[in-house]
Nanobody, 126 residues
Framework: QLQLVESGGGLVQPGGSLRISCTAA????????IGWFRQAPGKEREGVSC????????NYADSVKGRFTISRDNAKNTVYLQMNGLKPEDTGVYYC???????????????????WGQGAQVTVST
């Protein structure tokens, strides 16, 4: 059974950077598409970035393009989300999700994923 654990969240000032990690147990993440989602209080969970299984093809929400970068480290069975130029509106709980059957054109859709982590809080504030 695949289990996902997010880490690296925290408090950062506007304009700062943060890297959050999604580490897996029970399966090899390389064989899964991975999505990063976030949820602010009172708002729907939204797709932020994703990377397809077995490769490097990625997708980003318009709101984070040019600021966020998703990447894999297969040796560590981990997917990262590097977040630069953070804004207060980036605040929320960040979740990683995994599924072996998601294509790039659908990988920002939360309903495509069967496996979810518990979330990591990211707060951008002065």
């Amino acid at each position: 059974q695949l289990q996902l654990v997010e880490s690296g969240g925290g408090l950062v000032q506007p304009g700062g950077s943060l890297r959050i990690s999604c580490t897996a147990a029970g399966a090899t993440l390389e064989h899964y598409a991975i999505g990063w989602f976030r949820q602010a209080p009172g708002k729907e969970r939204e797709g932020v970035s994703c990377i397809v299984s077995g490769g490097t093809s990625t997708n980003y929400a318009d709101s984070v393009k040019g600021r966020f970068t998703i990447s894999r480290d297969n040796a560590k069975n981990t997917v990262y989300l590097q977040m630069n130029g953070l804004k207060p509106e980036d605040t929320g709980v960040y979740y990683c999700a995994a599924d072996p059957r998601v294509f790039r054109w659908a990988c920002l859709r939360k309903y495509e994923y069967d496996y979810w982590g518990q979330g990591a809080q990211v707060t951008v504030s002065t």
